[in-house]
């Protein structure tokens, strides 16, 4: 190849062949460096934003969320610590995650294999559907009261539809050549369950588990500001009425740290149970 | 079972689709009369929409034919069947089982224990020459590894027909005569009642013992046969092989 081309194909850039150059270059190309850059700049932008912004009265700098969200893991705030209230919000996300997923998982399996189920419970979980599941607080607070129930209720509410949907549509997409092959090869009903259905289920069902977890974050902190004395959305709404913007940043930063983490763990179980399938470009 | 009793038998076969509320309806297949004698290589050859792949699945039981009836052995074929072996033209493997989970299900289904149809599936991944890469997941492998696979899980059921629905209709030009030269090696290994369907006629005369020809429209009809007696491995620049060639292309009408 002639310099030249290899000049514009951008395969050969002479004025970094070595040197400093080229120890920059590589330095800067680095996907970690880059990562890091990232966070510094957003911080810095951030903490210049604090200070000279026309927000800047209701906006603390990085470091001093830092210090509020070291104060608030020692100090009690009705009773608990930081921890104490994340505890109360994972706890709430968990059994309603779990709730949720009990019931859509099933429904939408019944709905894909029977057409008579589906006929029955499709025109209402139709209509339930687009209702956003945070429409169901006020009920939910009239008939569970202000307790676990009634935050629990509208994490399940929020959690079970998108279940649903991709147990649903997980199996009822399987390529039906995938059911001749099992068949040819002697497989009975039964066999084509377990052999075809669920495995090839298995993927759209993780990806419903994804959304339930997020759609679970968002009720549970929407309940919480409407009514309570514990969890992340108390400590959030809390920091508004004492207009003490640090608390509700920390506080947002932990529920993003958590639900992030919780997301990766389900992500790894996923490549656990499910190893064949393929990698997404990230 | 007479010895002399052909393996598998369509007789008067005819296949109409109803579309829409049974408003449309689709002749595909026309009184196809079909006999395939044990251990033949039979290859089935026509264009795109001829029916050829409807046919093949009537014989595999996947498809119930309008008229007419298959045979395998004498005895009626009635829906799918271990009896036959079915390899896709889109492979159609399990994606979430390995190489060896693929071509051990057809022993598994039928409760072979573990160490038995392993050593079974090992057999035929060293058949089709995939020794190595048994803990492979199908989207590890390549379009012609892919078919190996799905030729030896076929093979591993051990059944009385391989049916081969345009097995290299995926590959690019250089696979596909690899693919060729394999299948005639795995068929001289392991000899079966073979029916290929292909689209393809340079493949037809490269591997059958008898082509048919189709007809290019619908519905499909059986137009003629050709009787291959050129000894394997045959070379496709032959003049006898070209001569086939030229006479099978002369008499193929394509709908264009």
């Excluded at chain 1, 970690?32 to 990232?38: C, D, E, H, K, N």
């Excluded at chain 1, 510094?40 to 969200?69: D, Q, R, Y």
């Excluded at chain 1, 189920?117 to 209402?124: D, E, L, Y």
Aim: glycine share 10%; aromatic share 10%; hydrophobic share 45%.
């Amino acid at each position: 190849m002639s310099s030249q081309a290899e000049a514009t194909l951008g395969l050969n850039p002479r004025v970094y062949q070595s040197g400093l150059g080229a120890r920059l270059w590589s330095f800067f190309h680095n996907r970690y460096v880059l990562y890091g850059l990232s966070v510094i700049g957003f911080l810095a932008i951030w903490h210049w934003a604090a200070l000279h912004s026309s927000i800047a009265k209701f906006l603390p700098t990085p470091a001093e969320v830092w210090t509020e969200m070291v104060r608030l893991s020692g100090d009690r705030l009705a009773g608990k610590t930081l921890w104490g209230h994340l505890w109360a919000s994972l706890r709430r996300v968990l059994i309603g995650f779990a709730i949720g997923l009990a019931v859509g998982v099933p429904l939408g399996l019944f709905m894909a294999l029977n057409k008579y189920v589906n006929a029955v419970v499709k025109p209402v979980f139709d209509l339930i559907k687009p209702m956003p599941p945070i429409s169901w607080i006020s009920l939910s607070i009239l008939w569970f009261g202000i307790g676990e129930e009634s935050k629990v209720f509208i994490i399940v509410v929020g959690a079970f539809v998108p279940a649903l949907i991709n147990s649903y549509n997980g199996i009822r997409l399987v390529d039906p050549a995938l059911y001749d092959a099992i068949r040819m090869l002697g497989g009975n009903r039964r066999q084509e369950l377990l052999q075809v259905t669920f495995p090839a289920g298995f993927p759209a069902l993780f990806a419903g588990f994804q959304i339930a977890l997020s759609v679970a974050w968002g009720c549970v902190l929407a309940a919480e500001l409407v009514g309570a004395r514990s969890g992340m959305g108390y400590i959030i709404i809390l920091g508004m009425k004492v207009f003490n913007p640090a608390m509700i940043i920390g506080g947002m930063v932990v529920i993003a740290l958590v639900a992030g983490m919780l997301s990766l763990l389900l992500n790894k179980v996923e490549k656990v149970i499910c190893p064949w399938k393929r990698e997404l470009p990230q | 079972m007479k010895p002399d009793q052909p393996k598998i038998v369509c007789q008067d076969v005819s296949k109409t689709f109803t579309q829409r509320f049974g408003k449309v309806t689709i002749p595909v297949l026309e009184s196809i009369d079909l006999a395939v004698e044990e251990n033949e290589f039979l290859v089935i050859v026509g264009p795109g929409q001829c029916g050829k792949t409807t046919l093949l699945r009537i014989m595999a039981g996947l498809e119930t034919p309008s008229t007419g009836r298959v045979s395998l052995d004498g005895a009626p074929v009635t829906g799918p069947g271990p009896d036959r072996g079915l390899v896709f033209q889109k492979y159609m493997l399990f994606p979430w089982r390995t190489v060896v989970g693929n071509v051990e299900m057809g022993p598994k289904l039928r409760g072979v224990p573990k160490a038995e149809r392993r050593e079974i599936a090992g057999h035929y991944i060293k058949l089709v020459g995939l020794e190595g890469f048994e803990k492979a997941y199908p989207h590890q492998l390549s379009g012609g590894m892919k078919q190996r696979v799905g030729i030896a899980r076929a093979y591993a059921n051990n059944p009385k027909v391989m049916l081969l629905d345009e097995p290299f209709g995926q590959l690019d030009a250089q696979t596909r005569y690899l693919m060729e030269q394999e299948t005639v090696r795995i068929w001289e290994a392991e000899k079966r009642t073979v029916i290929f369907v292909t689209n393809n006629i340079d493949e037809a005369i490269y591997l059958g013992d008898r082509i048919i020809t189709m007809e290019g429209k619908l519905p499909g009809r059986l137009k003629s046969t050709y009787q291959v007696t050129l000894p394997r491995p045959r070379e496709h620049m032959d003049v006898e092989f070209l001569e086939l060639r030229h006479q099978i292309t002369e008499e193929t009408e394509l709908l264009l």
